[in-house]
T-cell receptor, first 112, second 117 residues
Framework: DVKVTQSSRYLVKRTGEKVFLECVQD?????MFWYRQDPGLGLRLIYF???????EKGDIPEGYSVSREKKERFSLILESASTNQTSMYLC???????????FGQGTRLTVV | AQSVTQLGSHVSVSEGALVLLRCNYS??????LFWYVQYPNQGLQLLLK??????LVKGINGFEAEFKKSETSFHLTKPSAHMSDAAEYFC???????????????FGTGTRLQVTL
């Protein structure tokens, strides 16, 4: 089975902190994605990566950055956390043309 | 640009009743369509997908969906609801366009299914 593992299930951070969300996949997928999920808005794509060190902005990249130094690992970085970044963050891998993406269990981030 | 509309943010059915969750999409090219399910405090799990070929697609847990190009729809059905089906369901579309091999998904806003006794 494909496994996508996010490093934390729950996080509480203070406004202004730099926050790292980590995601690891074990299926040698080229593509990895970060989404945020908010009630009534569904999932929105923040960033994705289609190869090591390659990244592309999604629909809502403002306030975020990403890093992909190794194929299996994709990190989401909140440079200076703000309360409006309180959300559920979902990492996914796979998602090539006409194939599905596999999701991690999510990280619920609260910024206070 | 692609988009997905899920009609009804909440749907309630009795156990044993038909489940119908609606999804309409917009895409400038032939789409790839997906249904995902999310149980409380979990990630998303694929239920089924349509890429090409047969328009009636069968998935896990007794769910199926039919791609109707003329109606731009991909509604999800299950003949008989079970308590364990209570979850949130997301429809997603991909137009196959992307960078490298990546194909971006656009999700609907989700439908929460409640199953009552």
């Amino acid at each position: 089975d494909v496994k996508v593992t996010q490093s934390s299930r729950y996080l509480v951070k203070r406004t202004g902190e730099k926050v790292f969300l980590e995601c690891v996949q074990d299926m040698d997928h080229e593509n990895m994605f970060w989404y945020r999920q908010d009630p009534g808005l569904g999932l929105r794509l923040i960033y994705f990566s289609y190869d090591v060190k390659m990244k592309e902005k999604g629909d809502i990249p403002e306030g975020y950055s990403v890093s992909r130094e190794k194929k299996e690992r994709f990190s989401l970085i909140l440079e200076s956390a703000s309360t409006n970044q309180t959300s559920m963050y979902l990492c996914a891998s796979g998602g090539s043309v006409n194939t599905e993406a596999f999701f991690g269990q999510g990280t619920r981030l609260t910024v206070v | 640009a692609q988009s997905v509309t899920q009609l009804g943010s909440h749907v309630s059915v009795s156990e044993g009743a038909l489940v119908l969750l609606r999804c309409n999409y917009s895409s400038s090219v032939p789409p790839y369509l997906f249904w995902y399910v999310q149980y409380p405090n979990q990630g998303l799990q694929l239920l089924l997908k349509y890429t090409t070929g047969a328009t009636l697609v069968k998935g896990i847990n007794g769910f199926e969906a039919e791609f109707k190009k003329s109606e731009t729809s991909f509604h999800l059905t299950k003949p008989s609801a079970h308590m364990s089906d209570a979850a949130e369901y997301f429809c997603a579309v991909s137009d196959g366009q992307g960078t490298g091999t990546a194909s971006k998904l656009t999700f609907g806003t989700g439908t929460r299914l409640q199953v009552t006794l």
